[in-house]
């Protein structure tokens, strides 16, 4: 079948049934926009920001477990995607980005909005491609979606010369693609499996510490059984939080730099740590040559590379985790590991996540009320910051996909476009933005789009005045010298500011005005006993929601494992902080 390169284009979307893609057009595009006019199977959604679009893409993506599409112009509409790509990079995302470039025949040439595309993406993708011959075309497409979602997912770009997309092309998609040397493992190797077993039966002290491996290969329901099992108990990171419910007896809370004491603790003494799907990331070892000094390592990982790539491994098992879990559910059993799990329970019963439950408005409270209000049956998207980790700290996630979150390049702006994603791919769920006062300013042109879809999203803005996370270090390590985090004043706090977040000029953005400018209903709750209300009210509203809440300024998000300190020298308080840097 003969057709342009465009057509050939929305027609592969629609084999690998994409029914959404985000994206702003530009010149060298138009062709592709054109061959999408009027689509009935491809819903278009444009964004404010390219920006905004990817970032779209991967929460439509994360929420699912779908690939999200991503199209953009060349250029500034290609380079504008690029924290996004890195973003879903990180973090294991799988998108299919594809950017427009100029004619094949003037590359090079600084021709008008050209830019080296593939030369710029290729160190924050998967993979990129740039079509040259328009006989390739399909081929590359079919390649794209292969390797976005296969092995270890994330995002590819495929770079379209403007001359591509209006050449005619006979058109043939292949059903398969072989990739030479890229054939990712799926099945463990038996005898790894067996030696795994046998490891795990003699362990004293064994625990599970798993990542977002879990949720990409949808082995929550197999983790949950060999927990049950077994009885280790689970410590998940960041990335892994829903892969193991909150609520169960087993399961510890975060580990790493904002972790619970428990999960901390329970590392620090460890016999054995078993890690699925997880990459032994620096918010996570704290001082690597320190981290779990007794234990021996398993590690139970899709991607090759990230074995023995920052602790090396004792037994290693290369394939995807539901697979490798399923063959250990069958040679699981009940473990005698009683004393372990006392003395767990203990640093449980001594070191619960707390914050002063007082007359002030604490962030920390509002993220439970959240959950209350909503009866956990939400999907809650962050920006990045404390916002982000009390939201991990005291938002008891209990099912896979329900958090989507920036961890590895941990993005500002993310939060509020990825929320926009997951709703059009959960349109019946709610879902809410937990945002801090600076991120959300880094996307809020998203709000347009939101309003303009009539998406019902519910904006929580943690309003602290500062940059808060950057804040918190100035405040523990840096003698309280607030240089360029508050956001009320010129970044002079707080020379000229006895009481910081007291008697501050008036909130430069008025959130609430913001809101109604675009044309959501904006709420300001400044006391504590509001929060429930408010927070129903917003719920109930079938329209996006920005709620403002005045928070606590100097509130800090604790425990805090100081950069490079082992994972069990968890410090509290700016006395703290003080203590460990004197040492
Ligand atoms: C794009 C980007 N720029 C800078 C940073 C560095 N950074 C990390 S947290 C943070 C402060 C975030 O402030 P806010 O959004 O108000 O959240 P809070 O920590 O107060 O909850 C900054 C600037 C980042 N993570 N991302």
Redesign the pocket.
């Known amino acids: 079948m003969k057709m342009t390169g465009a057509k050939a284009i929305v027609e592969i979307l629609h084999r690998e049934k994409v029914s959404i893609a985000f994206g702003i057009p530009g010149g060298v595009v138009i062709p592709l926009y054109d061959a999408l006019y009027g689509d009935k199977q491809i819903k278009m959604v444009v964004t404010k920001h390219e920006q905004g679009a990817i970032h779209a893409a991967d929460g439509y993506a994360r929420s699912t477990g779908k690939t999200g599409v991503c199209i953009v112009t060349s250029g500034p509409g290609a380079t504008n995607i690029v ?1 996004g790509l890195a973003t879903a990079y990180m973090d294991s995302v799988p998108i299919v980005a594809l950017t427009g470039q100029v004619p094949t025949s003037i590359i090079g040439n600084d021709a008008f909005q050209e830019a080296d595309t593939t030369g710029i993406t290729r160190p924050v993708t998967k993979h990129n491609f740039i079509v040259k011959d328009p006989k390739e075309l399909p081929i590359i497409m079919k390649k794209a979606f292969y390797i976005a979602h296969t092995g270890r997912p994330g995002p590819v770009v495929v770079d379209l010369p403007k001359d591509i997309l209006t050449a005619e092309i006979d058109f043939d998609y292949p059903e398969k693609v072989t990739i030479p040397g890229y054939n990712p493992t799926i099945r463990g190797n038996p005898r790894q499996i067996k030696r795994i077993m046998e490891t795990i039966k003699v362990a004293r002290r064994p625990l599970i510490y798993a990542g977002g491996g879990i949720i990409t290969s949808s082995a929550s329901e197999e983790l949950h059984k060999f927990v049950k099992i077994t009885g280790i108990p689970v410590t998940l990171t960041l990335m892994g939080l829903g892969a193991f419910p909150a609520t169960e007896p087993e399961f510890l809370g975060m580990l790493g730099m904002h972790g619970t004491k428990t999960a901390n603790y329970a590392v620090h003494r460890c016999d054995l740590l078993i890690a699925i799907g997880s990459r032994f990331d620096d918010r996570i070892t704290g001082k690597l040559s320190m981290f779990a000094p007794d234990a021996r390592f398993i590690h139970i990982d899709i991607d090759p590379a990230s074995i023995s790539k920052n602790v090396v491994i004792d037994i290693p098992v290369v394939g995807d985790a539901k697979h490798i879990l399923r063959e250990m559910i069958q040679q699981a059993e009940k473990l005698d590991i009683q004393d372990w799990l006392t003395e767990i329970a203990r640093w449980k019963k001594e070191h619960p996540l707390a914050y002063q439950n007082d007359g002030t408005l604490r ?1 920390q409270y509002i993220v439970e009320q959240i959950d209350k209000v909503t009866d956990g049956n939400v999907i809650v998207t962050t ?6 980790m ?1 939201t991990a700290q005291f938002f008891k996630f209990t099912r896979p996909r329900q958090l989507i979150t920036s961890g590895g390049l ?4 993310y939060g509020l476009p990825a929320a926009i994603g997951a709703q059009f791919a959960h349109p019946n769920t709610l879902v809410f933005d937990i ?6 300013q ?1 996307n809020i042109q998203e709000m347009a789009t939101i309003s303009q879809h009539n998406l019902p999203i519910k904006i929580a803005i ?1 309003n ?1 005045g ?7 270090w100035q405040e523990f390590f840096f003698g309280r010298r607030y240089s360029a ?1 508050c ?1 009320r004043r010129d970044g002079r706090c707080p020379e000229e500011c006895e009481n910081p977040g007291e008697n501050c000029p008036p909130y430069i953005p008025d959130f609430v005005k913001l809101a109604e400018a675009y044309s959501a209903v904006g709420m300001r709750i400044e006391k504590k006993s509001d929060v429930e209300g408010a927070l129903h009210e917003a719920v109930k509203v079938k329209k996006p929601v920005l709620i403002e809440f005045i928070v606590n300024p100097e509130e800090n998000v604790t425990p805090m494992v100081p950069a490079g300190a082992p994972l069990n020298k968890m410090i509290s308080s700016k006395e703290d902080a003080q203590n460990f840097l004197l040492a």
């Open positions: 924290t962030p920006e990045v910051g404390q916002n982000q009390w941990g993005t500002m702006g945002a801090g006062d600076g991120s959300i880094m943690l602290n500062y940059l808060g996370m950057v804040r918190q985090t956001l």
